[in-house]
Structure formats: C-alpha cells, structure tokens
C-alpha cells in the first residue's frame, strides 16, 4: 500500500533558527496535507497542497509540493517556542485514507 | 460548530476483553476516519466511514471493525484485545474526499 517517509524523525533547534522537515512517496500523489500536533493534543490541520509545483506560505511556514507531486516540505523561519510539536504530512492519493508519515518532532530550545 | 466528540477520554482494559469507541462528527461531516496512534508508529489508518458505508480499510486484523450511524457518529469495536492494542485512538471527520481532517482528542485506551 501507499507508504510515506518522512525525514527528520527529531529535530532540535536554536529560538530563531529555522527549520524544515520533508516528506517522500513513492507513488504520485493527489494531494498531500500537513498537520501539527502540540504535546499532549491532537493533529490540527495546516494547509493541503494540491498542484504540481505549489508553495504556499503562512506567516514563517512555507509549504512547497513537488513538480512530480511526490515530495513535499515544510519550511520554518526564525522558529519560536510556540513551534513546538511534532509535524505530520498526509498522503492522499484518492483511496479514502490519508496516509500519515511518522512526524518530525521539534524542539526549541530558547 | 462544536468540534469532533470522542468518548470516553481514557480507558482501562484487560487482555482478552473487548471495548467500544464513540465519536460524533461535526455537524455537516459525513465522512468519519479512524486512526490509531503510538509512539513507534505514528498515525496508522484504521477505516474510513462515508454515508454508513466503509469505503476503505486498513492493515489491521479483523478484531477492528467500526460503523457509522445515520447520523453519521460512528464507533469501532476492538475485541479480544492484547497489550499491543495499547494506543491513541483518533476519530477525525471531513466533508469528503481529500478534505481536510477535525481531529478528535482521542480516546487513550491502555491494555493491561
């Protein structure tokens, strides 16, 4: 079935340095979503990237989708305490499912 | 708009035992998605529930099985459970396919 990985499974980082983790299929991809889950809570939606090539920006996160729709990344600058969490991307290939790479924990340390 | 309801919060069983998850979707969602969680394995799809109707299903054995009602809440059943059932349980609902998901808080289900 549909697999994702998705690359650093930890990161730890400096208040104000930036980070990025990202994620690869193996199949082409329909869309693909990014969810940030804070300690102790659930997964809460980001953004969906849909077209081939997109980048999407929010405040300090920018989100790029692959010209093959089979690789995405999620890119943060200057991060701040209130990043903290672990960052999902979720694979949808039109199979009634997402499916969720293993997350990329980050740390800030202030 | 309330948010997704999962019910309850937390639950104790033991092996062998069987438990029954609740969740309520949001109000408009007909589509309700079903994950489980633990440290080791991220969010692993269990099945996917549209109109009362499983369109999908994951790599679990059959002592997972869910339903949805026509009001589309929806529970899923775990049976004859084992220590390695010992996970996050997450609802989530959506307007369809490919929409985004509203996660619920989960239900932390502890085998002992």
């Known amino acids: 079935g549909q697999q994702v990985m998705q690359i650093p499974q930890y990161q730890h980082v400096q208040e104000g340095e930036d980070f990025t983790t990202y994620c690869n299929s193996s199949?082409?991809?329909?869309?693909i979503q990014w969810y940030k889950q804070r300690p102790g809570g659930h997964p809460v939606f980001l953004i969906q990237l849909v077209k081939s090539g997109e980048v999407k920006k929010q405040k300090r996160l920018t989100f790029q989708f692959g010209e093959a729709k089979k690789n995405s990344s999620l890119h943060i600058t200057a991060t701040q305490t209130t990043d903290v969490g672990t960052y999902f991307c979720a694979a949808g290939a039109g199979s009634y499912q997402l499916t969720f790479g293993k997350g990329t924990k980050l740390s800030v340390i202030p | 708009k309330a948010g997704v309801t999962q019910t309850p919060r937390y639950l104790i069983k033991t092996r062998g035992q069987q438990v029954t998850l609740s969740c309520s979707p949001i109000s408009g969602h007909r589509s309700v998605s079903w994950y489980q969680q633990t440290p080791g394995q991220g969010l692993q799809f269990l099945f996917e529930y549209f109109s009362e109707t499983q369109r999908n299903k994951g790599n679990f054995p059959g002592r997972f099985s869910g339903r949805q009602f026509s009001n589309s809440r929806s529970e899923m059943n775990v049976s004859t459970l084992e220590l390695g059932d010992s996970a996050l349980y997450l609802c989530a609902s959506s307007l369809g396919l490919d929409e985004k998901l509203f996660f619920g808080s989960g239900t932390q289900l502890s085998v002992l």
């Open positions: 199949t082409t991809l329909s869309n």
